[in-house]
């Protein structure tokens, strides 16, 4: 029963974030000298990410994607909860997305954190939202045998799928701390 539910709210964060970044997005096209409401600091700084080529990989702006990708753990979310089974294919291909979607957000934010020198907070709550979909959908996929032998691994990675996710936000803490240090200690 957890895991749809941990599917819904996940996808709806993600999407929340997702569309909050497309509605700052088109403020900022209507109004190139505005600044965005997510713009705290030189390093929160929604617009500066928005604005930079990262922020159109496939040539329209990413929250796009968000929009569209985060309906699938809600949509998926729902069907569990309706009393839906899904065949190992689907699992396999349902994985695959998360597989990508992680592999994008670790992208952006090294784009973000080492190239654009600045930190976007609705990225941040879509991040938030993918690491966890993917350990939890990992250790679901294994577990039920979908991916071969490793249902033992598969437990351990869904059982403890909150305390990878704390550690991998951890890591992304830490290098965030790292990278812009000189401006965090000029707050003390």
Sequence with gaps: MLFPIALISMGVMGWIASFGLTLERLHVAENPGASASCDISPILSCKSVMLSEQAALLGFPNPL????????P???GMAILAGAKFAPWFWRLFLIGHVFALGFTVWLFTQSAYVIGSLCIYCMVAWAATIPLFWMILGKTMKDGNLGKNEKLGDFIFSWSWVLTLMSYLILIVLILIQFWDYWITLI
């Design 65 to 72: 994607i968000g929009v569209a990708a985060f309906i699938a």
């Design 74 to 76: 809600i949509l998926v």
